[in-house]
Structures are given as C-alpha cells and as structure tokens.
C-alpha cells in the first residue's frame, strides 16, 4: 500500500476535496456534512490567517483533513478504512499549535477517532453538548400560513445579497457576516440560492431566512444557517421558512434533512417542526505541557 501524502491547504478546490471524503463517507453517525464545510470556511472572509488545514492522499484519493481553527481547536476527519491516520491528524495537530490546551469536539458515534485521542492523551470535557436532529421528507409536506402581507420565496441571486446578509446579522448579534463573505458562500459547492429561503415583510425587508445545504449523493440536506429578526420574533416566521425550505428541499429529491442544535432552545424549536435527536458530540482536551 502507498504511503499517505499530506496537502496543505491551498484554495477552493481543496475545500472540494474535503467535502469528497465527507460525502463519501457520510452516515447519519458522521460529524460532518458537505455544506458544513461550505458555511464554516467562507462565511467569514479575512479570517484565512486563523487556520491552518492539511488534507492526506492516499493516491490522490483524500481519506483525511485536518481543520485547526487557531489558538488550539482541531476539527477533523478520517476515513473509516484508514484510522490509522486518525493519530497522524493529531500528532500534526499538536506540532502546528503553541497554545497549551488543545480541544477536539466529534460525534459520539465516531468511535474510530474518539479511540485515537483517548490514545494521544485527551480528555473528556464537561460541556453541553450539540444534538444532532433529523426528519424524513419520504411523505412530507409542511402546510405554512404567513401573516397577511408576508410573503416567502427563495432568493434570487446577487440582488437579494444586501437583505440577506441584513437579516443575518440582524438576527445575530455580534454576527461577521458581510456581503463579501456571503458573496463567496454563494459561489461555493453546494450551495443552491433555490435552497436559501427568505420570508419578507410588508415594507420589503427580509425577516427570516433558512438555507439548506444538498448532498445529492446522500440525498441529505443540512439546515445551516437558520435565523429571525427579532423584530419579528414570535409571529412563527422561523418555523415557516424552514418548512417551507425543507418543501423544496424535498422536491429536489432529498429523503433526509438534519440540524445541528446548539442549545436546549433551539432543540425545542426543531423539535416542533418534527425533527428528532439521533447524535450528540463529545468534546475533549489535554494540556500540552502535562503530556
């Protein structure tokens, strides 16, 4: 067997080679989906210099990357037939970084990396974890009502650029978002501006906004960013676009559709949509200086 050969990372297609090993190993016991990589690198711009991303071949074939997000935050992922590279990713991991603590946080279910940094030392950590939410589209369809004079529609390109990240931002505080960020999310693989579901206000003005990422191999889709003014809190905007998102979703052909929820709140949320929990994750860390 060949030796693995380790890339850094250079530019987008880099990125499309990440998301080839993701999609090619995605199961509903997988930390990643192919559109989280899409949001997670560009929905910040300038931001290139804070992370530091290593892809390993094994004949031109990705089966490993490697994300540090700097001072000391690894994500990653290994092919299941090759975890013996789970403790490479880790050993490169602790050579690039100079904090002390260093942190990991994977799916519960990704036994063949948890093994790994049990391993190399790392530790559990007592942290809240994210739940991971999934619905069937097989025989779905979300009826949705709008208060008068709210209208729904997906966007349509670079002339809805200004609202969209408007209501981004608006709708979270301290958000990075810009229209140049959002511009290159927008140009990246898979995003579907059909996907990328808005509802406006009378006065013109986006008040909510659902964008699903499709992974036609997998018919998979991940909901990611979801989000309302809070102008328009609590007139059920939210749960209106992403229904009506997840209607188009599925009329694309998808018979999935997930969430990561982050906080208990936002697991109530999808859970009246008709979401249900199927994964948590797992956070650990060691200190360098104890090793």
């Known amino acids: 067997m060949s030796k693995p050969v380790i890339r850094t990372y250079k530019d987008s297609s880099d990125l499309k080679r990440m998301q ?4 090619a ?8 989906h192919i559109g989280d990589l899409a949001w997670q ?8 210099d804070e992370w530091i991303t290593a892809i390993w071949e094994m004949d031109e074939k990705p089966v490993a990357w490697g994300w540090v997000k700097l ?3 690894l994500m990653f992922q290994v ?4 975890t013996e590279l789970s403790k490479d990713v880790i050993s490169w991991f602790k050579k690039i970084t ?12 990704e036994s063949h990396l948890i093994s790994a940094l049990e391993d190399s030392l790392f530790n559990p950590l007592e942290e809240t974890p994210e739940v991971l939410s999934k619905i069937s589209l097989d025989s779905c369809h979300f009826p949705v009502n709008l208060p008068n004079e709210f209208k729904a529609r997906h966007i349509k390109g670079g002339g809805d650029l ?12 301290g958000s990075r978002v810009t229209e140049e960020s959002y511009r290159n999310v927008m140009n990246t693989y898979p995003y579907d501006s059909s996907l990328d579901w808005v509802i406006e206000s009378p006065n013109g003005e986006f008040a909510a906004f659902c964008l699903i990422w499709f992974d036609e191999i997998n018919k998979v889709g991940l909901l990611e960013p979801v989000g309302t003014d809070p102008r328009f809190w609590r007139m059920g905007l939210g749960s209106s676009v992403c229904k009506l998102a997840l209607n188009a979703l599925r009329d694309k052909g998808a018979n999935t559709a997930i969430v990561v929820c982050t906080s208990p709140k936002t697991y109530e949320f999808y859970k009246s949509i008709g979401f249900e929990p199927f994964a948590q994750t797992k956070s650990f860390h060691r200190l360098k200086n104890s090793l």
């Open 20 to 23: 080839k090993l993701t999609q």
């Open 25 to 32: 190993i995605w199961t509903l016991e997988s930390n990643y």
């Open 41 to 48: 690198r560009h929905r910040h711009a300038g931001r290139e």
């Open 71 to 73: 001072p000391g935050s």
């Open 79 to 82: 092919d299941p037939n090759f």
């Open 98 to 109: 100079e904090t002390n603590e260093q942190r990991v946080t994977v799916l519960e279910t």
């Open 162 to 173: 200004t609202n969209r990240v408007g209501v981004q931002r608006a709708s979270f505080s």
